[in-house]
T-cell receptor
Framework: DAGVTQSPTHLIKTRGQQVTLRCSPK?????VSWYQQALGQGPQFIFQ???????QRGNFPDRFSGHQFPNYSSELNVNALLLGDSALYLC????????????FGEGSRLTVL | GQQLNQSPQSMFIQEGEDVSMNCTSS?????WLWYKQEPGEGPVLLIA?????ELTSNGRLTAQFGITRKDSFLNISASIPSDVGIYFC?????????FGKGITLSVRP
């Protein structure tokens, strides 16, 4: 039973560039949430996708966008990268939108130079 | 915005000791959870609490949901080296969770 998988694991970008991160949820899960974890901090909620729609959004600018596909996998896109976007981006999956019992992937470490 | 307060930032204990950590908020939450994160991995759920006053155990771990719904604590008994990691409290009504900054636990053999 595959857990949550994310790609790439590490990437380096420069300011102003765009990045796409990918996530496959745990088998049987239909909801994907994305979190940003800065160094030394707890994860911060970006948004949640269910039935291919963004259902909830945290306090992140429109530069952060996402998508969910019919197979429940998801992408996180960040445009016009800033140095402050450097962080570990975590994907979490769950069964339904109403639970906080999340299964996290290992994350994608983004460095913006 | 909503914040969860965890302190101290780091804790150092001897193998075999018990350790307790708590988490407080100025806001009321309906669900409290505790996650553990190890280097290079994502957080892993340890315990979820859904009712004020609830006390729940998972092996050597025990957690309680505060009566005021503004706090929770986690207790680890008889610590072992593999308990090393960062312990986060989290709270919220669904997958839009608010996390604390975490407590890094070190266990001396």
């Amino acid at each position: 039973d595959a857990g949550v998988t994310q790609s790439p694991t590490h990437l380096i970008k420069t300011r102003g560039q765009q990045v796409t991160l990918r996530c496959s949820p745990k088998s049987g899960h239909d909801t994907v949430s994305w979190y940003q974890q800065a160094l030394g901090q707890g994860p911060q909620f970006i948004f949640q996708y269910y039935e291919e729609e963004e259902r909830q959004r945290g306090n992140f600018p429109d530069r952060f966008s996402g998508h969910q596909f019919p197979n429940y996998s998801s992408e996180l896109n960040v445009n016009a990268l800033l140095l402050g976007d450097s962080a570990l981006y975590l994907c979490a999956s769950s069964l339904g939108v109403d639970t906080g019992e999340l299964f996290f992937g290992e994350g994608s470490r983004l460095t913006v130079l | 915005g909503q914040q969860l307060n965890q302190s101290p930032q780091s804790m150092f204990i001897q193998e075999g000791e018990d350790v307790s950590m708590n988490c407080t908020s100025s806001s009321i939450f309906n669900t409290w959870l505790w996650y553990k994160q190890e280097p290079g991995e994502g957080p892993v759920l340890l315990i979820a609490l859904y009712k004020a006053g609830e006390l729940t155990s998972n092996g050597r771990l025990t957690a309680q949901f505060g009566i005021t719904r503004k706090d929770s604590f986690l207790n680890i008994s008889a610590s072992i080296p593999s308990d090393v990691g960062i312990y986060f409290c989290a709270a919220g009504a669904n997958s839009k969770l608010t996390f604390g900054k975490g407590i890094t636990l070190s266990v001396r053999p």
